[in-house]
């Protein structure tokens, strides 16, 4: 199972990015899908997740502000970023449950990561 994320890049403070993550290979199923980020020194944080039927959540820091979404039929999970701010500066990694076969327990995958850079 791969995860391929796209879309960061260089914006300014107030800008907008849309960040794709897709996952391949052979599964049976997919569960929660989300995006984490890290800035430098920092832990990883958690931004959004959205579960199967697509319930989302957010981080306090971003609510109002970013949106997840996810496409079954392409096993793609979406994240829209609006009013972007410097502190958003980050690489964001995506990350998705995945039932490999109907008796295998749920495991996480994880995306490379791609550079989200905010500047003010």
């Known amino acids: 199972v791969q995860l391929?994320?796209?879309?960061?890049g260089l914006v300014q403070a107030g800008g907008s990015l849309r960040l794709s993550c897709a996952a391949s290979g052979s599964f049976?199923?997919?569960?929660d899908m989300g995006w984490y980020r890290q800035a430098p020194g920092k832990q990883r944080e958690l931004v959004?997740?959205?579960?199967?039927?697509?319930?989302?959540?957010?981080?306090?820091?971003?609510?109002g502000r970013f949106t997840i979404w996810r496409d079954n039929a392409v096993n793609t999970v979406y994240l829209q970023m609006?009013?972007?701010?410097?502190?958003?500066?980050?690489?964001?990694?995506?990350?998705?449950g995945v039932k490999r076969t109907l008796t295998t327990r749920l495991y996480p995958y994880w995306g490379q990561g791609t550079q989200v850079t905010v500047s003010s």
């Open 82 to 96: 609006n009013s972007l701010e410097p502190e958003d500066t980050a690489v964001y990694y995506c990350s998705a």
């Open 4 to 8: 391929q994320a796209s879309g960061g």
């Open 28 to 31: 049976f199923m997919i569960g």
């Open 48 to 63: 959004a997740t959205t579960s199967s039927i697509g319930t989302p959540t957010y981080a306090d820091s971003v609510k």
